[in-house]
């Protein structure tokens, strides 16, 4: 298949449901009243998807992170037959639906913080057990082709994201919940609408959602604002959808909590509400879900980050549009997050100096690990040699020292430096190699972790795999890490004219 990539384009997702806003309401409101007990059959009354074999990774106890795959179907099954929401869709007598929203939601219970990552579900990927040399298929035909276990196979092998459990829901199971909370206040800075899914809201300001329109809301793809006299269209299409759908999350998570906290009896009947609509795993047990909220007791909205891989539009050989590629490499930070790599950081996102130790130490490492990606500034021999590896680093970038210490080798020992505003890789006369593929075990050796802080004078610098001269040093000898001038950091102001930029709690 020849295509070609435009890029950051996203197409037709998600068209129908916002599901980590779903998610969100159903897991949070399920979690807090089971807790409360005597929800136990309710929980049992939950249908069950069942998956064979290691396709869900058991977890070892519930004070490890865990990895729920929200599934949002394209089912508008027990809405009025009138209802915006079921126009243009059949009911499958076989019972099937599209995996029109696919989520990862990482709840980390010792921590107390959620992660959620958005899968478009127009994306290309290989589905196992595709025929060999078939292209590559959206992966919502997964879930047309093999049900709920063929897409868990499909994302863990895809991704190598690990699955723990299952949470299926439909635009039911959404209405019904918010129409519970007693709608969910939204600030808009302008009127808005959207013809085709009959979202309205004549008024800006803080408008009160109910279940029927904040459905209207996170589903609208032709969203218009009542700016200078006339509708103008949102330019932005995707991209102002997906901040749209942002934050309805958040104000949704605001209402679930305050009901929560204030209304035990109001958590019994958000959960009744959403039962019928809902699908689990059979290994996600009431009890699991009791002892899941009791660690997360603590648990605050600005603990959620909602995560969204960057994409691409691709094209067959004719200029037609057939679906969408990451853009996003496999080790970017949100994909390491779910695998339990959360220390990880990508390697754009590392910047550090490099000090020889001696000039018997090949500059050229420095110009490998640009080529891996990382952020290198300047190059220098020191004044002072050292025999082994270290990394010193500023405060708070103990994950990115880290992380450039799995590719060198042998493993370089990690100083903090509250002093340093720069992080710097001392290469010393021990040092061997830079990999081209980060070490799994390169832990330092704790017997060869210097005593003090090296001394960081240097003799010359320049640019990133550049060369060494090794001239003398003059009384103004620079001292990397440190700041040769004073900076400012700018200001920034906030844009109120974006959807939830106040908050209406």
């Known amino acids: 298949m020849n295509s070609e990539l435009s890029p950051l384009l996203r197409r037709t997702w998600p068209q129908r449901l916002v599901i980590v806003a779903s998610c969100a309401l159903i897991g949070a409101v399920t979690v807090s009243a089971v807790l409360l007990g005597g929800l136990y059959e309710r929980v049992n009354d939950i249908g069950r998807v069942q998956f064979s074999g290691d396709l869900l990774v058991a977890e070892p106890d519930t004070t490890q992170p865990l990895n729920f795959l929200i599934i949002g179907l394209d089912s508008a099954l027990g809405l009025d037959p009138d209802d915006p929401a079921t126009f243009a869709r059949e009911y499958d007598p076989r019972g099937t639906h599209n995996a029109d929203s696919i989520s990862v939601v990482r709840i980390d219970p010792t921590g107390g913080q959620v992660w959620a990552l958005s899968l478009p579900r127009d994306l290309l990927v290989e589905i196992p057990g595709s025929r060999a040399g078939r292209s590559k298929l959206k992966i919502n035909a997964a879930s047309l082709i093999g049900g709920a276990p063929l897409l868990v196979e499909t994302i863990s092998a895809n991704f190598q994201i690990p699955i723990n459990h299952y949470i299926q829901l439909d635009f039911l199971a959404f209405r019904e919940v918010v129409d519970e909370l007693g709608g969910v206040s939204i600030w808009l800075p302008y009127p808005a609408r959207d013809q085709a899914t009959g979202f309205t809201a004549p008024e800006a300001g803080c408008v009160e959602l109910t279940g029927e329109s904040a459905l209207a809301f996170v589903r609208s793809r032709r969203y218009e604002e009542y700016r200078d006299g006339r509708w103008v269209t949102d330019p932005t299409s995707d991209f102002g959808r997906i901040e749209r759908q942002q934050a309805f999350i958040y104000a ?126 300047e190059v220098a021999v020191l004044e002072t040699p050292i025999a082994n590896s270290v990394i010193v680093y500023p405060t708070g970038q103990e994950s990115a020292a880290a992380s450039l210490g799995r590719f060198v080798y042998p493993a370089p020992a990690r100083m903090e430096d509250p002093s340093a505003t720069t992080m710097t890789l001392v290469l010393g006369e021990s040092h061997e190699a830079v990999t081209f593929f980060p070490l799994p075990d390169n832990d330092p050796d704790p017997g060869a972790t210097p005593a003090v802080l090296p001394d960081l004078r240097v003799r010359e610098t320049s640019e990133a795999g550049g060369s060494t001269t090794g001239s003398a040093v003059s009384s103004t000898t620079p001292v990397l890490g440190l700041p040769t001038s004073s900076t400012t950091v700018p200001s920034t102001a906030t844009d109120d004219a974006t959807v939830g930029a106040r908050s209406c709690s």
């Open 252 to 377: 949704a998570l605001e209402r679930a909590v305050a009901r929560g906290a204030r209304s035990p009896m109001s958590l019994s009947a958000l959960i009744t509400a959403a039962v019928d609509s809902l699908v689990f795993d059979q290994h996600l047990t009431a009890a699991l879900l009791i002892d899941l909220a009791e660690r997360m007791t603590d648990f605050e909205i600005g603990s959620l980050e909602v995560m969204t891989p960057a994409v691409a539009d691709v094209v067959d050989e004719e200029g037609r549009w057939i679906g969408l590629e990451l853009v996003e490499d496999l080790d970017a930070r949100m994909f390491n997050v779910l695998r339990g790599q959360a220390d990880v950081i990508p390697a754009s996102e590392v910047r550090f100096d490099v000090a020889l130790s001696s000039d018997s130490v090949s500059a050229g490492d420095a110009q490998v690990l640009t080529d891996l990606g990382f952020q290198v500034g």
